[in-house]
């Protein structure tokens, strides 16, 4: 049996739960500290870590009897975020003292920020890291850590986008708990994308519930698409890069002329990441976001939602070689005049259903934006 100490996300009861697994109550669990060691939010990431800081309290859990399968539970978890255990004695809140093992980040891995606070990250970070959890521990024991570390980045996403999916509706909502029965859900395949598979029922139109379907998912993040528009110039910009599905396909031009595009971040707004992704593909800094709506792109197979804006900035320059260096793009620019633009709309030139969606929004928009 082990003995833990966490100072950190793990002190979420539901979260700690669900990373231990299903039979944990025979763990001793009570308030504790580690001496001369303070708990910081890090840079740039929604979790803590931990520094060595004199005077300072860390405080924590203790958990004692830990198994060998929660512990490697725990290690499985703990390895999205880099991080290793160490042993230190720390203080039970009876004062006693303890030995237990704590998850240390590599020295020089992540940078403190300002002191970290719990119901602070509950409130903020709370669900959605309880949502990439489950993704997480679906994989134990079936795909390695080295894997799930890898894909971590995503899964994050992913569970933003479902938290997000939650709270979307049109006033039309159906009763989901009597209208469909859902009898297993499978986490099939996780990567940059992920692949999960159910079988379930939905009631019918008839009132009757119909028969049990198989079906599976590609479970994407939400994201943003940006048209870029200049009601001064009457120009528009588009950006073309290599699209590897495109090419997978067997399609002979997977090089795609579309808007500027990409993922929402966790903790981002669409129109934070519209603002962003703006600056990254194109290098163009946006006035103002019209939004032309927001979708499902292939309900019948993805769950990748898009928020459509139309972006007013000062069109002037284009760009060789934009995008992330770190994400593999390599993007170039080009403005079009908006009557040159909509006639290659009508001459089916391009083959990006957003750009299609988002000229035709901007036709029909385009005497009030420039007014």
């Known amino acids: ?53 004199r005077g300072a309290q860390a405080k924590g859990l203790l958990v004692q009897g830990l198994s060998d399968d929660e512990r490697a539970r725990l290690a499985y978890y703990e390895g999205g975020f880099d991080y290793d255990l160490r042993a230190q004695t720390v203080t039970a809140c009876d004062e006693s003292r303890y030995q237990a093992q704590v998850f240390f980040p590599d020295p020089g891995l992540w940078n403190p920020k300002a ?25 134990y024991g079936r795909v390695d850590a080295a894997a799930i570390a890898r894909s971590f980045p995503a899964i994050r996403t992913r569970a933003w986008a479902r938290l997000a999916a939650r709270h979307r509706n049109i006033g039309e909502g159906r009763d989901i708990a009597q209208d469909v029965t859902l009898h297993s859900y499978k986490r099939a395949y996780v990567n940059y ?6 079988n379930l029922q939905h009631r019918q139109y008839n009132g009757a519930m119909g028969p049990v379907l ?97 972006g007013l900035g000062d069109l002037t320059a284009t760009v060789e070689g934009g995008g992330l260096a770190t994400e593999g793009e390599d993007i170039r620019s080009k403005i079009i005049p908006f009557d ?32």
């Open 1 to 53: 049996m082990s003995t833990l100490f966490f100072y950190g996300t793990l002190r979420h009861a539901p979260l700690l739960q669900l990373v231990l697994g299903p039979g944990s109550d025979h763990l001793s669990i009570r308030d504790a500290t580690l001496p001369d060691h303070a708990v910081y939010a890090v840079q740039d990431q929604p979790f803590p870590m931990i520094v060595a800081e």
């Open 115 to 139: 002191l970290w606070e719990l119901d602070a990250w509950v409130r903020d970070w709370g669900e959605v890291s309880v949502l990439a959890a489950e993704e997480v521990m679906a994989h």
């Open 193 to 198: 994308f992920g692949m999960d598979e159910v």
């Open 214 to 310: 198989h079906r599976s998912a590609l479970m994407q993040g939400a994201a943003v698409i940006v048209l870029p528009y200049d009601p001064v110039r009457d120009t528009v910009l588009l950006v073309e890069q290599f699209r590897p599905p495109v090419f997978m396909i067997d399609d002979p031009e997977p090089w795609m002329w579309e808007p500027v595009a990409g993922m929402i971040d966790p903790g981002e707004t669409p129109e934070q990441a519209a603002h962003r992704e703006a600056r990254e593909e194109a290098q163009i800094v946006l006035s103002a976001l019209e939004y032309a709506g927001g979708a499902y792109t292939s309900s019948g197979s993805s769950t990748e939602y898009v928020h459509l804006y139309v």
């Open 340 to 371: 040159d633009f909509i006639n290659l709309v009508d001459a089916h030139a391009f083959k990006d259903l957003p750009l299609l969606s988002l000229a035709h929004w901007l036709a029909r928009h385009r005497a009030r934006l420039r007014a």
